[in-house]
C-alpha cells in the first residue's frame, strides 16, 4: 500500500518532469540538427545558429541593451522607493505601494494599448526603444522592490538607521553606507529576476515594438511564424543559453535563502 | 532622527512620478477610450450583451479556471512527494520542475509545437505506432497544456513553501490520535495548505487570464480574451472595443488577484 502511493507519486512527478524537460531538450537538439525531419542521425551544425545570427543579431543586442537599462532605471527608481516603503509603514504608503505594484497584477496587453494611446502620437519617443524601456520599467519594478523590502524588513533596517542616526550620519548619507549595503541580498535577487523578466517579455514588447526596436522575443514570434523549425529552434537556443544561467542563479539563491516568512507587505 | 520631509519626497517620488506618467494617466484614458464608442458606457457591458465577447469571456474564463485546478493538482501531488521523500535525484529533479519559472509565453507556445505540433513529438510517434498523426497543439488543448506548462513551476514553489511551514507535529499528533494517511490529508494537510492554494491558484488564475504570448504562437484565431482584444486593435482598428475589453480583462485579474491577497495574506504577482 505504502509503496504503491509512493511509485504512483513518483511517476506522476517525473511524467511532469518529462513534461517541463523534454520539449527543451528537443527544441536543443533541433538547433543543432542538419535536417529535424531526418532526425540527429542527419549529422549536426551549427549552420542554423550562424543563420539566426546573421538575421536576428541586432534583436540579441537589442534585448541586452533594454535589460541592463531597464536594472538600472529600477535600481535608481525602486530601492529608495523600498526604503521609503520600510522607513514609514503609513497607509498613505501603502497607498504608493498599491500604485507602483498594479502594473503586475494587470495584464501586458492592457498595458501596453494604454502606453499608445497617450504616447503613440510622440514620434520620436514612440520609434525609440526607452518606449519599450518604459513598458519593460513598469513591469519589472514591483519585482526589484518587492526583494529589497523583503531584506529590509528581515534585517530590521530601521533600528540599524537609528543606530546610524545617534552617531550623526545624514538621512543620505545613512541611505548610502547603511541601507544599500545592508540590502545587497535583496538587491541581487531583484537584479537576477529584472534581467531574467526583462529579456523574456513580450505581452507589452510585441505591442510596443517598431520594425527597427525588434527585441529578441519578438524575433522569437517571427521565427516561429515563419522560418522553418530547425531556424526557430536554433534561435530557442541562443535565449535558452542567456536565460538559463539567470534562472539556475534565481534558483541557487532562492535554496540557500531561509523559508520566506510570510510575504513582505 | 524622526521625519525628514524633502528626504523621504526624494526616495519616493522618482517611483511616483514614474507611475504617474506611464501607467496611471494611461490607464484613465484607457478607461475614457473604452467608453468612447458608439456604444459608450455599454462598452463596458459587451462581454455580456455581445455574443461573441461573452462565447470568448465564457471560454478565457473556463480555460484559465480549468488550468488552475490542474494547475494546483498536479503540484500538490509532486510537492508532497518532493517534500517527504529523500532520494538520490531528488534536488535534480526538483531544479528540472522549477527551471521554467520565467520562461516567455512566446516560448512555452513553441514548447507545445514540438510536442503537439504538425512535426512535434505525438505525431512522428503516432505515425510510427501507426495511430496516424496526433496533433493538438494549435487548440484550445495546446493552449491548455502551454499555460499548464506555465504555471505548475510558480505554484509548485509557493505550495513546497506552504508545505515547508506545515506543523509537523500537528500531523504527528493527528497519526498518534489514530489518523489513517488519507485522513490526514484530509482534515490536517490540506486544510494547512489553503492559504497557499488560494495565493498561487490566483496568480495561475490571473496569469492564464491574461497571457497572449502562448496563444500569439500556437495560432491566432484561438478565441481567448487576449487574442480578441489584440485582433479588434490590430486587424479592425476597433480601438474603443479593444479598450474596453483590456479594462474588464484588467480589473478581473486585480480583483482576483487582490481577493487573493486579502484571503491569503501573501502579496502575489502575476507574471508573462
Redesign the interface.
Known amino acids: 500500500m505504502r509503496r504503491t502511493?509512493?511509485v504512483l507519486?513518483?511517476g506522476?512527478?517525473?511524467l511532469?518532469?518529462a513534461?517541463?524537460?523534454?520539449?527543451?531538450a528537443?527544441?536543443i537538439a533541433?538547433g543543432v540538427t542538419a535536417n529535424?525531419?531526418r532526425g540527429i542521425a542527419s549529422g549536426m551544425t551549427l549552420k542554423w545558429v550562424a543563420e539566426v545570427w546573421g538575421l536576428y543579431a541586432g534583436t540579441i543586442g537589442l534585448s541586452l541593451q533594454i535589460a541592463l537599462a531597464t536594472l538600472v532605471v529600477t535600481l535608481?527608481?525602486?530601492v529608495?522607493?523600498a526604503?521609503?516603503l520600510v522607513?514609514?509603514p503609513s497607509r498613505l504608503?501603502r497607498v504608493?505601494e498599491e500604485?507602483?505594484?498594479?502594473?503586475?497584477?494587470?495584464?501586458?496587453?492592457?498595458?501596453a494599448?494604454?502606453?499608445l494611446?497617450?504616447?503613440g502620437g510622440v514620434r520620436d519617443f514612440r520609434a525609440s526603444w526607452t518606449f519599450i524601456l518604459?513598458g519593460h520599467?513598469?513591469y519589472t519594478?514591483?519585482?526589484m522592490?518587492?526583494a529589497v523590502m523583503a531584506v529590509l524588513q528581515s534585517i530590521d533596517a530601521r533600528t540599524l538607521?537609528?543606530g546610524a542616526?545617534?552617531l550623526g550620519a545624514s538621512?543620505?548619507m545613512r541611505?548610502l553606507t547603511v541601507i544599500v549595503p545592508n540590502a545587497r541580498p535583496g538587491i541581487v535577487a531583484g537584479a537576477l529576476?529584472v534581467v531574467?523578466?526583462s529579456l523574456?517579455?513580450?505581452?507589452l514588447t510585441?505591442m510596443l515594438h517598431t520594425p527597427m526596436t525588434k527585441t529578441l522575443?519578438v524575433g522569437?514570434?517571427d521565427s516561429?511564424?515563419s522560418m522553418r523549425?530547425e531556424i526557430?529552434?536554433a534561435y530557442?537556443l541562443i535565449?535558452f543559453v542567456m536565460?538559463?544561467p539567470l534562472?539556475?542563479a534565481?534558483?541557487r539563491i532562492?535554496a540557500t535563502r531561509p523559508?520566506?516568512k510570510?510575504?513582505?507587505? | 532622527?524622526r521625519r525628514?520631509l524633502s528626504?523621504?519626497l526624494?526616495?519616493?517620488l522618482?517611483?511616483?512620478a514614474?507611475?504617474l506618467a506611464?501607467?496611471?494617466?494611461?490607464?484613465t484614458?484607457?478607461a475614457l477610450?473604452g467608453a468612447s464608442g458608439e456604444d459608450g458606457l455599454a462598452a463596458y457591458l459587451t462581454v455580456l450583451t455581445n455574443p461573441r465577447h461573452a462565447a470568448v469571456m465564457g471560454a478565457t474564463v473556463l480555460l484559465s479556471a480549468l488550468v488552475t485546478v490542474a494547475t494546483l493538482a498536479?503540484s500538490t501531488?509532486?510537492g508532497?512527494?518532493?517534500s517527504r521523500?529523500v532520494f538520490p535525484g531528488r534536488a535534480v529533479?526538483l531544479?528540472?520542475?522549477?527551471?521554467?519559472?520565467?520562461?516567455?509565453?512566446?516560448?512555452v507556445?513553441?514548447?507545445?509545437?514540438?510536442?503537439g505540433g504538425r512535426?512535434g513529438?505525438f505525431a512522428s510517434v503516432g505515425m510510427s505506432l501507426g495511430a496516424g498523426r496526433i496533433v493538438f497543439a494549435y487548440s484550445m488543448t495546446g493552449l491548455f497544456?502551454g499555460y499548464?506548462?506555465f504555471s505548475?513551476?510558480r505554484v509548485l514553489?509557493t505550495v513546497m513553501?506552504g508545505i515547508?511551514?506545515l506543523d509537523r507535529e500537528v500531523v504527528e499528533a493527528a497519526r498518534s490520535l489514530g489518523a489513517g494517511?488519507w485522513q490526514i490529508l484530509r482534515d490536517v494537510t490540506l486544510p494547512a495548505l489553503m492559504p497557499a492554494f488560494i495565493a498561487s491558484g490566483a496568480v495561475a488564475f490571473?496569469t492564464a487570464?491574461?497571457?497572449?504570448?502562448t496563444a500569439?504562437?500556437l495560432a491566432t484565431d484561438i478565441d481567448v480574451l487576449?487574442m480578441l482584444?489584440?485582433t479588434e486593435?490590430t486587424l479592425q482598428a476597433n480601438?474603443a472595443a479593444?479598450?474596453a475589453l483590456?479594462?474588464v480583462?484588467?480589473l478581473v485579474?486585480?480583483m482576483v488577484?487582490?481577493v487573493a491577497r486579502s484571503v491569503a495574506?501573501?502579496?502575489?504577482?502575476?507574471?508573462?
Open positions: 502511493a509512493f507519486q513518483l506522476v512527478t517525473l511532469v518532469a513534461f517541463l524537460m523534454v520539449p527543451v528537443m527544441s533541433a529535424y525531419m535608481l527608481i525602486g529608495p522607493a526604503w521609503f522607513r514609514n504608503s504608493f500604485i507602483v505594484t498594479l502594473p503586475v497584477a494587470v495584464p501586458g496587453l492592457a498595458i494599448l494604454a502606453l494611446l497617450v504616447y518604459v520599467v513598469l519594478l514591483p519585482f522592490m518587492r538607521e537609528e542616526a545617534s538621512p543620505w541611505f529576476m531574467t523578466l523574456g517579455e513580450f505581452n510585441w522575443p522569437l514570434a516561429y511564424a523549425l526557430a529552434s530557442t535565449f536565460i538559463i534562472l539556475v534565481i534558483q532562492g523559508v520566506r510570510g510575504a513582505p507587505r | 532622527m525628514s528626504f523621504d526624494a526616495l519616493a522618482p517611483g511616483l514614474f507611475a506611464f501607467f496611471l494617466v494611461p490607464m484614458r484607457l477610450v498536479i501531488v509532486v508532497l512527494f518532493l521523500h529533479l531544479s528540472a520542475l522549477t527551471l521554467p519559472l520565467a520562461f516567455p509565453g512566446v516560448v507556445g513553441f514548447l507545445i509545437i514540438l510536442l512535426q513529438l497544456l499548464l506548462y505548475i513551476p514553489l513553501a515547508e511551514k494517511p490571473a487570464m491574461g497571457a497572449f504570448g500569439f504562437t487576449p482584444i489584440y486593435f480601438f479593444a479598450a483590456s479594462i480583462l484588467g485579474t486585480f488577484l487582490a495574506g501573501t502579496t502575489v504577482a502575476a507574471a508573462g
